[in-house]
């Protein structure tokens, strides 16, 4: 199922969907931080459109990504990214990913982690 283009989608929703669909990465600024992400899954939680994202450069609100590969997810809510657009480099992930840990009430868009 695609929604790109619902005229109550943020606009961040199209460049992410695009990105989960090809495994690009994506260059977004969330919060007044740069992050460098590859987006897993596009859905809803309580009512807001979020993103699942694996961090692979950047800041997070704490500071510098965690050196574990399997700590770098985030929750993005799409309507707190400032710009978001297609980055060069090679797609990232994790050994933790599945469609079962995803945390959304509703998944649209996922990564197949197979």
Same mark, same amino acid.
């Given at each position: 199922?695609?929604?790109?283009? +619902?005229?109550?989608?943020?606009?961040?929703? &199209?460049? %992410?969907?695009?990105? *989960?669909?090809?495994?690009?990465?994506?260059? %977004?600024?969330?919060?007044?931080?740069?992050?460098?992400?590859?987006? +897993?899954?596009?859905?809803?939680?309580?009512?807001?459109?979020?993103? %699942?994202?694996?961090?692979?450069?950047?800041?997070? &609100?704490?500071?510098? *990504?965690?050196?574990?590969?399997?700590?770098?997810?985030?929750?993005?809510? %799409?309507?707190?990214?400032?710009?978001?657009?297609?980055?060069?480099?090679?797609?990232? &992930?994790?050994?933790?990913? &599945?469609?079962?840990? *995803?945390?959304?009430?509703?998944?649209?868009?996922?990564?197949?982690?197979?």
């Amino acid at each position: 199922m695609t929604l790109t283009g +619902h005229p109550l989608l943020p606009v961040a929703w &199209s460049v %992410l969907e695009r990105a *989960i669909q090809q495994r690009r990465r994506v260059r %977004l600024g969330y919060n007044g931080r740069d992050r460098l992400v590859c987006p +897993h899954a596009l859905g809803w939680k309580n009512g807001r459109v979020v993103a %699942l994202v694996y961090q692979c450069d950047g800041m997070t &609100s704490e500071g510098p *990504i965690a050196t574990s590969p399997r700590q770098r997810w985030r929750s993005l809510f %799409l309507d707190d990214i400032e710009h978001a657009g297609m980055a060069s480099g090679v797609w990232q &992930s994790a050994d933790n990913y &599945s469609l079962d840990t *995803i945390l959304m009430d509703t998944v649209v868009v996922a990564v197949n982690p197979k």
